[in-house]
């Protein structure tokens, strides 16, 4: 049973996504001295890595940023639960080329949901990967220490969180410190070719998208006897609304992504949507839907067509099209061809492991001086997938001003190892917007 936790913490959290839209919190963060980003120009120079999230994400970025540069070391670890920290461990130290930069001792090993704060303490650059509910509280915080961040996608759950992490991010480019996000697609070299083409007018101009992210059902862990709630629920993230923001927002993110990228980022307007749950029904499911179909409207009439699922049985299709008025890409077999079906384009050359890549960069632009942020994007493509899971879960219409404007805050009443309800399933004509 993990150790019990603040209580005061879950309405902190609440207080802090409230307060965060304003300038004010910035300002005041810039005026406090010894908070600039230390320097790392010589690759003797140690950086001091920090892992917050030891599952299996976690795990591969600790492994990645360890083999990106030679100065790395791994120095902290933080996960709600003691286990997890050790299997990671234990997964690390079985990769020789990594396992003389691992150095945690006991005493560097953080459980609960506050030990966050020591691992940030103590490093350089911080990968966070926990659940997505975590992440704008763990990027505030550690944009406020002035460390070097690796944010896992998405980067919250809900509007408020979205504007929060916008707020530290845009902080985060004052201090000249790197946010280097998990969207890893934006760092495969097949992926950035076929979209310079894209931005570039090989297709001409965009006239509609289709994505789509259907795939299987992913795991779950069996309730044990000691486990409250809190603890199941933790342990089963994936399935509730509050901790991961549904797949819409969990997974489906990186097809989201790169119709948000085909579009320099431009917002889309509104969407509409529509989903649901089907195969998944049982209680082991929490109040996630296993399905959504969501048409994002963006200026002069653009449409972007999105769908995913995870139902087991059924056919898998993870693909993108984006259609031009010249002609079509095809982003996964990065090829673009005319409306005739003749090819123009296709990426012919080597595109390197790209989690390997994000790391790689994100620790050079550190040595350079010149740090990465992918801040903008990674909260808009975030957000562009709650707005989808907001119109799939009203039923209606939800403008991108709204849904960015919106109050609902998903923080749950008490970070508290104790018994926890599980809010009902979305209704759509039922749940309201908030
Ligand atoms: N970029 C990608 O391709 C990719 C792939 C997989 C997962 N992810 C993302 O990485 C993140 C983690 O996913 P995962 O597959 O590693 O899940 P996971 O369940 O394997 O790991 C998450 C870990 O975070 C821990 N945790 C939960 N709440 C915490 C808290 N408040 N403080 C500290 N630790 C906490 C959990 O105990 C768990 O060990 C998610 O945001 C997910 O969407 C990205």
Not at 274 to 283: A, I, P
Not at 304 to 311: A, K
């Amino acid at each position: 049973m993990p150790a019990p936790e603040n209580k005061n913490a879950t309405q902190a959290r609440r207080d802090f996504l409230k307060t965060t839209t304003a300038a004010a919190v910035g300002s005041s963060l810039l005026t406090l001295p010894g908070l600039q980003s230390a320097v790392f120009a010589d690759s003797s120079d140690i950086l001091k890595v920090g892992l917050i999230g030891c599952g299996g994400r976690g795990t591969g970025a600790a492994n990645q940023a360890l083999k990106a540069d030679p100065g790395t070391r791994l120095v902290a670890m933080a996960d709600t639960f003691g286990d997890r920290i050790e299997s990671s461990l234990i997964n690390l130290g079985k990769i020789k080329e990594i396992s003389d930069k691992i150095d945690v001792p006991e005493e560097n090993k953080f459980t609960g949901f506050e030990g966050y704060k020591n691992v940030i303490d103590l490093c350089d650059v911080v990968l966070l990967a926990t659940p997505p509910h975590f992440r704008p509280e763990h990027i505030r915080y550690a944009v406020e220490k002035g460390k070097h961040i690796f944010a896992e996608k998405p980067v919250a759950v809900d509007a408020p969180g979205c504007r929060a992490v916008m707020e530290s991010c845009r902080l985060a480019k004052e201090k000249g410190l790197a946010v280097v996000s998990g969207l890893c697609w934006r760092y495969h070299q097949g992926m950035r070719e076929t979209f310079a083409n894209i931005h570039d007018g090989m297709i001409g101009d965009i006239v509609s998208m289709r994505c789509s992210y259907n795939t299987r059902g992913l795991w779950s862990h069996e309730r044990q006897a000691d486990w409250s709630d809190m603890e199941y629920q933790v342990r089963n993230w994936l399935y509730y609304n509050w901790l991961s923001g549904d797949h819409i927002n969990e997974q489906h993110i990186h097809s989201l992504d790169k119709m948000a990228w085909a579009m320099k980022d431009v917002t889309p307007l509104s969407a509409t949507g529509t989903g649901g749950r089907l195969t998944r029904t049982q209680e082991i499911y929490g109040n996630v839907y296993d399905h959504f179909a969501i048409e994002y409207i963006y200026e002069n009439d653009v449409r972007g067509f999105s769908r995913c699922r995870q139902q087991d049985g059924c056919a898998v299709d993870v693909n993108d099209q984006i259609v031009g008025t010249k002609g079509k890409a095809d982003t996964m077999s990065h090829e673009i061809k005319d409306h005739s079906g003749k090819r123009l384009w296709k990426f012919r050359g080597k595109s390197k492991n790209m989690y390997d890549a994000e790391h790689e960069e994100l620790f050079a632009s550190i040595r350079s001086g010149n740090p990465i942020n992918n801040g903008e994007y990674m909260t808009k493509s975030t957000m562009m997938a709650i707005l989808g899971r907001m119109s799939a879960y009203t039923g209606q219409e939800i403008t991108w001003d709204q849904a960015w404007n919106s109050q609902e805050d998903l923080t749950p009443p008490a970070y508290e190892w104790s018994s926890m309800a599980v809010a009902p399933v979305p209704m759509p004509g039922v749940t309201p917007f908030v």
